[in-house]
Structures are given as structure tokens and as C-alpha cells.
């Protein structure tokens, strides 16, 4: 199910053939659950599935506690979140400063960022087992198309698909309350990723429209793309006492979210707007292969020698 589950036993002579090929098979990361759990008793492991759950928004976001809530019908959770609102960090992480934790009743809440969350609580506060899983969400908000690129809740995930965990990010739109229709949706979801053995390098990436269980229109896996908003800028209107700032040529500026350009076809985001209950599935390794190929075709070494490149 994971890379480090998937190590085949000191004696594989002692396990039977159906046990072994079944823990072989998990190695490539793609078995079932029956498999994966087999392998795990093959292995003499007893631990529970333990679950990493993470946010944006802050350890006492209403949607970090109804997904924690939720998925403890699936495994053991474990809950490290930023102790504030961190959305828009992306996974971005801070490497030269103490970590410091509170731990309450809702978990423990970090001064890091999301991915900074992530990557402390498996460095420092993992079960003696490890985390099968990180999941993070739900976020005040979704994460549909492009904007997922500089979200904290996918980037949290992200993390963990660093770290050779499978990961899966939860997000809805318009409302910061109601997120039991969509926390039972995660739970169910996370459940059959446990049966099939994710992916790891994967970040399964869901967004719940403003919809009650009964209002949802459905569910469909898209992928990524288009922007629901854009970002724009507007200047802020000089105030009496700023005249000197603007002297020495200090602005202010604000953030004012204007509509979007055409939304692709088929796309997540269209889904989305549609009303549905979106899963993208989301690679950590951004390379675009094709072009690895075509760069092949260049003369390169002509850059490092200051010739000409080209064919």
C-alpha cells in the first residue's frame, strides 16, 4: 500500500504463495485492501491505519474537525494543523526557525504552515509505525483548476505525496459551515483508497460544491483546469497622514477578485460550477515528459560552450 509497507519479508520462503504474491503485488502500489492487509499481517504488523489529517484554515476550523470526525470510522487519526489561517501558502515550508506545538483536545496545532505541519508531524510525531495516509481539508473553499497551485490545503497533501504517502485533499465552496455531507463523502472515499492501495507521488484532489447531500448533482472525476476568479489589483485611495509616504514613494495596494477567462470543457472547474462533487487527481512530479524529449533534440552542449544551439 505504501512504499514502506511493500517490503517483502527477510524469509519469503515461510509465507505462503498466495500471502507473498499478494505482498509482491503491493509493491507496485497497486493492490486492494485485502491485499494490502494481508501483506501488513504477513509482515507481523498489528498497527491500526493511522491517518494524518491537516488544514489551511486553522486547527479549529469547523471543517478539520468534522473530517477528523469523520474518518475515524476508516482508521486512527492523528491531527497536526497550523495554529492560524495559512491559505494561499501552497507548500511552501520555513527551515530555519523553531517549530513550536499546543496540543488541545482538537490535536496539536503548529506555527508552521500546512506542508510545514505535515512534514513536522512525520518527522517528529508519527506513530511508531508511521502514517498510511495524510489527508487535509476541508477547506473554507475550493480548490478547483489552476488555483490549486497556490493552495495550503493541496499543498499540505502535496507534502505527503513528498514524503511517499498516498494523500488526498478535501475542499468546498461558498460557506464555512455544513461540511458533514462532504467530511461522510471523504470518509467513504478514503475507505476505498484503503481497499485498493493508492498511489503514492498522487494527490486525490476533492471539491464539494455548496450543496446539501440531497442538492448534489452528482460526482466525476476531471481534470484540473481553468480558474474560477482572477486576482487582480486596485490602489488604495490616499488617507489623510499619507501624503509622505506617497512622497517617498510608498503605495498601497489591494487585492480585488475579478471574473474568470473561459472555462475549458470537460474541466474540473466546470464540473464545479456545475454542481458537482469534483476528484482530480494531482502528480507531484510536475515534468512534462515530451518536452524532456524534445530538449533532446537541442544542441545543448553548444549552450555550455557559447556556440550556437539549435539543430
Same mark, same amino acid.
Given at each position: 500500500?505504501?512504499?514502506?509497507?511493500?517490503?517483502?519479508?527477510?524469509?519469503?520462503?515461510?509465507?505462503?504463495?498466495?500471502?507473498?504474491?499478494?505482498?509482491?503485488?503491493?509493491?507496485?502500489?497497486?493492490?486492494?485492501?485485502?491485499?494490502?492487509?494481508?501483506?501488513?499481517?504477513?509482515?507481523?504488523?498489528?498497527?491500526?491505519?493511522?491517518?494524518?489529517?491537516?488544514?489551511?484554515?486553522?486547527?479549529?476550523?469547523?471543517?478539520?474537525?468534522?473530517?477528523? /470526525? $469523520?474518518?475515524?470510522?476508516?482508521?486512527?487519526?492523528?491531527?497536526?494543523?497550523?495554529?492560524?489561517?495559512?491559505?494561499?501558502?501552497?507548500?511552501?515550508?520555513?527551515?530555519?526557525? +523553531?517549530?513550536?506545538?499546543?496540543?488541545?483536545?482538537?490535536?496539536?496545532?503548529?506555527?508552521?504552515?500546512?506542508?510545514?505541519?505535515?512534514?513536522?508531524?512525520?518527522?517528529?510525531?508519527?506513530?511508531?509505525?508511521?502514517?498510511?495516509?495524510?489527508?487535509?481539508?476541508?477547506?473554507?473553499? $475550493?480548490?478547483?483548476?489552476?488555483?490549486?497551485?497556490?493552495?495550503?490545503?493541496?499543498?499540505?497533501?502535496?507534502?505527503?505525496?513528498?514524503?511517499?504517502?498516498?494523500?488526498?485533499? $478535501?475542499?468546498?465552496?461558498?460557506?464555512?459551515?455544513?461540511?458533514?455531507?462532504?467530511?461522510?463523502?471523504?470518509?467513504?472515499?478514503?475507505?476505498?483508497?484503503?481497499?485498493?492501495?493508492?498511489?503514492?507521488?498522487?494527490?486525490?484532489?476533492?471539491?464539494?460544491?455548496?450543496?446539501?447531500?440531497?442538492?448534489?448533482?452528482?460526482?466525476? /472525476?476531471?481534470?484540473?483546469?481553468?480558474?474560477?476568479?482572477?486576482?487582480?489589483? +486596485?490602489?488604495?485611495?490616499?488617507?489623510?497622514?499619507?501624503?509622505?509616504?506617497?512622497?517617498?514613494?510608498?503605495?498601497?495596494?489591494?487585492?480585488?477578485?475579478?471574473?474568470?477567462?473561459?472555462?475549458?470543457?470537460?474541466?474540473?472547474?466546470? $464540473?464545479?460550477?456545475?454542481?458537482?462533487?469534483?476528484?482530480?487527481?494531482?502528480?507531484?512530479?510536475?515534468?512534462?515528459?515530451?518536452?524532456?524529449?524534445?530538449? +533532446?533534440?537541442?544542441?545543448?552542449?553548444?549552450?555550455?560552450?557559447?556556440?550556437?544551439?539549435?539543430?
Amino acid at each position: 500500500m505504501l512504499a514502506r509497507n511493500a517490503a517483502v519479508p527477510s524469509n519469503p520462503a515461510r509465507v505462503g504463495a498466495r500471502a507473498f504474491a499478494a505482498l509482491a503485488w503491493c509493491g507496485t502500489l497497486a493492490c486492494g485492501a485485502e491485499n494490502a492487509d494481508e501483506a501488513r499481517e504477513v509482515r507481523g504488523d498489528t498497527s491500526p491505519y493511522h491517518i494524518l489529517v491537516t488544514n489551511d484554515d486553522g486547527i479549529e476550523s469547523p471543517g478539520i474537525r468534522e473530517l477528523a /470526525a $469523520a474518518l475515524r470510522s476508516v482508521g486512527q487519526v492523528t491531527v497536526v494543523a497550523p495554529c492560524g489561517q495559512q491559505s494561499g501558502t501552497s507548500m511552501s515550508v520555513s527551515l530555519n526557525q +523553531e517549530i513550536r506545538v499546543r496540543t488541545s483536545a482538537a490535536g496539536s496545532c503548529v506555527d508552521a504552515t500546512p506542508a510545514g505541519a505535515v512534514l513536522f508531524a512525520v518527522r517528529a510525531l508519527a506513530p511508531e509505525s508511521g502514517f498510511d495516509l495524510v489527508v487535509s481539508g476541508i477547506n473554507i473553499g $475550493a480548490n478547483i483548476g489552476e488555483v490549486s497551485h497556490m493552495s495550503g490545503t493541496v499543498g499540505a497533501a502535496m507534502m505527503g505525496a513528498y514524503l511517499r504517502m498516498p494523500a488526498v485533499a $478535501a475542499s468546498q465552496g461558498g460557506r464555512p459551515d455544513g461540511f458533514e455531507h462532504a467530511a461522510g463523502v471523504v470518509a467513504r472515499f478514503v475507505a476505498e483508497l484503503r481497499r485498493r492501495g493508492p498511489e503514492t507521488g498522487i494527490v486525490y484532489s476533492l471539491n464539494f460544491p455548496v450543496a446539501t447531500a440531497a442538492e448534489t448533482r452528482g460526482i466525476a /472525476a476531471r481534470p484540473m483546469g481553468g480558474s474560477y476568479f482572477r486576482v487582480d489589483y +486596485e490602489e488604495v485611495a490616499e488617507e489623510p497622514g499619507e501624503e509622505v509616504d506617497r512622497a517617498q514613494g510608498r503605495r498601497r495596494f489591494r487585492p480585488v477578485f475579478g471574473p474568470p477567462d473561459p472555462i475549458p470543457a470537460g474541466s474540473d472547474t466546470e $464540473a464545479h460550477n456545475e454542481g458537482l462533487v469534483t476528484i482530480t487527481p494531482l502528480r507531484f512530479d510536475w515534468t512534462d515528459r515530451p518536452t524532456v524529449d524534445a530538449l +533532446e533534440e537541442w544542441n545543448l552542449e553548444a549552450l555550455l560552450e557559447g556556440g550556437e544551439g539549435g539543430r
